[in-house]
């Protein structure tokens, strides 16, 4: 198993630590300690031995952070987790409604003037460091890097993973690193910047077309590098990890160990391209110190890396049809379960067996090199925790009459799948199919969307939403995310939130992703991948260039949730052609009675 159902961090875990986190504050002369989710490299997913916000306070979310103080810790945490932190810290934590709440107006609130808040220098970006900054200041309160406080406190704390680099192939990536080098110093020489700094593990990937396995579910080798203008790379990782990527590399990137990092940094002549919003704050006080032109800008390698190339989009369709047939089979199997639980008393189904079961299935297709993300099997009231972790102490039977929220993905060479599917096990709770429609709506209308170039995220979001919206209903995540190829599969700068200014461009992979979650009673999610692409014109020529979606997940629809009086008739058209281009693409990848579960399940409304 890629997964495992350990709990990792306990509520009552917490108290001792944070008594012994104080002491250490005390020791420094510290008022406040400042705890990121986040590693050095700024990665959702990271290794054991960074996780230091679970591990102090028992919050697993994947966002979020702490503030100790000397008589309160607060944990910041988005509306995705307000469910879910009430069962995972104690009541020594107080949890903070973030981003509604900022962190310097909450230390402003809760710390004297004359205060100090430490920070560790690796963990925090200059901008989040100088916004802190301009806030606290004029109120008195300072700021110190120091030494990681609960790293000093962690006794067992994990080793890191020996794993190696690997080359990724040239087939999968469309272009040489070469070439990518290439590309990206000639940005770096026409806006007139001698080198860049880059400490984003996927930008590191993408560029030198290498996967690593430092982190769960994302294949991304955590490493610093230096790109000059002439296309030279200087890759900074620890020693032995890169050992058999010496022909892949070739003779135009050294690899150096990653201590040598700081080092190296003091021989750069200027201008030196930092992005201020990923990048470590170290860096900058570390070229700050030997008197080195900083050029701010964002890591070159992102807008790159997020816009696909034919082999990259032919790659995820590949992966896509390969996994959606894995899903298939699942789902299939899933209903013999429920047919089964109905039938037959002493049967269990159970969350775990759910995740199990899923991840064998890919396992099946022999391709499989990791899950993209642990799989979300929340049944009932767990399906309404938008980031639900199933646990050895969190799991619970399946049973006939709620709904089953199953968000799974996998990792293959040649691309990285997402996907979300609600199933009813019998018949389904109140409200349940009319709450599933509009949240299919919402999914049909993104997928339908036909719009010009130039908007951003923040433009089509309210398109899945509005269906919701007419009835009262809303939902506390983003509509979509960017995914990578082989790489994370919560990928930016691209995404569809209320947030996002980032434009959508032709070869960004996002997610379609509308919920309804129903604390205590159910959740419901549908999510597809699409692939952003210019669309062709409708009549003669268009006025301007639009862009739509190609749809990369084909797996059939819940059609027992599907209330089709209230679909309008484009919107019944797009499911049965949704549902016939399944069969069309699963269908020879499946045989028996997976073949005839698929063909009941893709026929027309």
């Not at 509520?11 to 986040?38: D, T, Y």
């Not at 299939?332 to 969350?351: F, N, Q, V, Y």
């Amino acid at each position: 198993m890629y997964q495992n159902f350990a709990t990792t961090a306990r509520p009552e875990q917490g108290p001792p630590r944070l008594a012994k986190l104080r002491e250490r504050m005390a020791a420094e002369g510290l008022n406040g300690w400042i705890v990121p989710r986040g590693d050095t490299w700024r990665g959702e997913n990271v290794r054991a031995r960074d996780e230091r916000l679970a591990w102090l306070t028992g919050f697993t979310g994947s966002a979020g952070f702490a503030a100790i103080l000397a008589d309160k810790a607060g944990v910041f945490i988005d509306g995705r987790y307000k469910i879910q932190i009430k069962s995972q810290v104690a009541p020594e934590f107080t949890p903070v409604d973030w981003p509604a709440t900022k962190l310097a107006d909450w230390l402003i609130s809760e710390l004297p003037e004359g205060g100090t808040v430490g920070y560790d220098a690796w963990l925090h970006t200059p901008e989040e460091i100088r916004e802190l900054h301009d806030r606290l200041h004029p109120k008195g309160i300072g700021l110190k890097p120091c030494d990681n406080l609960v790293d000093a406190i962690w006794e067992d704390r994990p080793a890191p993973p020996p794993a190696p680099f690997i080359a990724w192939p040239k087939e999968f990536a469309g272009k040489s690193h070469a070439e990518k080098r290439a590309e990206i110093a000639a940005m770096l020489k026409r806006e007139g910047q001698r080198c860049a700094v880059l400490t984003l593990p996927d930008s590191i990937a993408w560029l030198l077309n290498i996967r690593g396995d430092d982190v769960p579910c994302t294949p991304v080798p955590l490493s610093f590098a230096i790109l000059d203008e002439t296309g030279r790379c200087e890759l900074f990782c620890p020693r032995g990890k890169a050992d058999g990527l010496r022909d892949h590399l070739g003779p135009d990137v050294d690899v150096l160990d990653i201590d040598a990092f700081l080092g190296a940094l003091g021989q750069l002549v200027g201008p030196v391209r930092v992005d201020p919003k990923s990048a470590p704050s170290i860096i900058e006080t570390t070229l700050k110190g030997w008197e080195t032109e900083i050029a701010e800008a964002e890591d070159p390698c992102i807008l790159p890396k997020a816009r696909k190339n034919a082999a990259e989009i032919e790659g995820a369709r590949q992966a896509h049809l390969r996994d959606g047939a894995a899903v298939c089979r699942f789902l299939h199997w899933l209903d013999a379960e429920a047919s089964r639980l109905a039938d037959e008393p002493s049967h269990k189904l159970t969350e775990i067996g759910v995740v199990t079961a899923l991840e064998g299935f890919r396992h099946e297709t022999n391709e499989l090199r990791g899950i993209s993300f642990e799989t979300i099997s929340g049944a009932g009231e767990h399906g309404a925790i938008t980031h639900y972790r199933v646990t050895e102490d969190t799991d619970r039977d399946v049973r006939m009459g709620e709904l089953l929220l199953v968000d799974s993905g996998g990792q293959y060479l040649d691309g990285t799948t997402d996907i979300t599917r609600t199933i009813a096990i019998g018949a389904p709770p109140a409200d349940a199919a009319d709450c599933y429609t509009r949240v299919l709506q919402g999914m049909i209308a993104l997928s339908r969307a036909r719009f010009p170039k130039g908007l951003a995220g923040r433009d089509l979001d309210a398109l899945a939403r509005f269906p919701l919206w007419t009835a009262g209903l809303d939902y506390d995540h983003g509509t979509g995310h960017g995914v990578g190829a082989y790489l994370s599969v919560h990928e930016g700068p691209q995404r569809i939130s209320k947030g996002s200014e980032s434009k959508i461009e032709p070869g960004m992979i996002l997610s379609n992703e509308p919920g309804y979650y129903r604390e205590g009673h159910f959740g419901i999610r549908i999510e597809n991948l699409i692939v952003t692409r210019e669309a062709p014109a409708l009549f003669g020529a268009d006025d301007r260039e639009m862009y739509d979606f190609e749809t990369l997940t084909f797996v059939p629809l819940e059609r027992r949730l599907i209330v089709a009086e209230m679909l309008s008739p484009a919107e019944r058209d797009w499911i049965d052609a949704y549902h016939a281009t399944t069969l069309d693409k699963i269908a020879p990848r499946l045989d028996g009675a997976a073949l005839d579960w698929l063909k009941a399940a893709c026929a027309p409304l």
